[in-house]
C-alpha cells in the first residue's frame, strides 16, 4: 500500500523509436500480499511471475482480450504484491498518444489502465522488466508533488472491493472511474 501511495507524481516514461511518451501518475491501486482481489493469491503462475519479483518490476498482462495492464511488484522476492496504474497526465509525446489512441480529447488519453497502456505502447514485451532501471520503459522522479491525495475503494473488483485501496491525486481531471470515487470519502483522505 505504501508503493500505491508513493508512485502518484512519479512519471512513467516509453523511450520509442517514434519518440518520448510520458505521463505523470495520478491513480494507482494496491493489491497486497494476502488479498483475494489480486492475480496473485492463489499463487504463482506463468502469467503473473512477475507479481513475486521484488518490487518495481513490471507487471504487463492482457485484459478483455483486447487491452492490457500496467503494474509494479511490490513486494519482496518471492511473495506475491502489486499496484496497478490506472491513470497518468500526459506531460509527452502527446500527437503520439492522440495517434495511438485515435482521438485529440486529451483527458481521455490515459484515464484507465488500458488506455495508458496503447498511448504508450506497453504490451506484454515489458513483463518483469525493472522500472527502475535503463529499460525504454522506466519511472522517472516526481516533477511535482501531488496537492492532495484522496482514497477509496477499488474500481471494477468484487472480491474485497470495499477495501480502501485506490489512491489519487485529489482534484486532477485525468482520473479514472465513477466521479464520486475521486471526491474523498471522510474516512478515504489521507
Do not use: K, W
Not at 523511450?15 to 494496491?30: D, L
Not at 519479483?53 to 482480450?65: E, N, S, T
Not at 503494474?71 to 500527437?95: K, M, Q
Not at 481531471?173 to 478515504?188: I, Q, T
Request: some cysteine; charged content about 25%.
Amino acid at each position: 500500500m505504501a508503493l500505491a501511495r508513493a508512485l502518484i507524481g512519479y512519471v512513467l516514461v516509453h523511450e520509442t523509436s517514434r519518440g518520448i511518451v510520458a505521463g505523470r501518475i495520478v491513480e494507482t491501486e494496491a493489491y497486497p500480499p494476502g488479498d483475494p482481489a489480486a492475480h496473485h493469491y492463489r499463487g504463482r503462475t506463468e502469467r503473473n511471475a512477475s507479481l513475486f519479483l521484488p518490487a518495481h518490476r513490471a507487471y504487463v498482462y492482457h485484459i478483455y482480450g483486447t487491452s492490457c495492464c500496467f503494474n509494479l511488484s511490490s513486494e519482496n522476492d518471492g511473495t506475491g504484491g502489486g499496484v496497478l496504474v490506472r491513470a497518468l497526465e500526459p506531460l509527452c509525446g502527446i500527437e503520439l498518444m492522440c495517434e495511438r489512441r485515435g482521438t485529440d480529447e486529451i483527458v481521455d488519453l490515459c484515464r484507465g489502465p488500458g488506455r495508458l497502456c496503447e498511448a504508450l505502447s506497453i504490451d506484454l514485451r515489458f513483463d518483469g522488466v525493472t522500472l527502475f532501471g535503463d529499460s525504454a520503459l522506466h519511472l522517472a522522479s516526481p516533477q511535482r508533488l501531488p496537492a492532495g491525495l484522496g482514497v477509496s475503494r477499488r474500481i471494477g473488483v468484487t472480491r474485497a472491493a470495499s477495501r480502501l485501496l485506490r489512491y489519487y491525486e485529489r482534484g486532477n481531471r485525468f482520473l479514472s472511474g465513477p466521479a464520486r470515487l475521486n471526491r474523498c470519502e471522510r474516512r478515504g483522505i489521507v
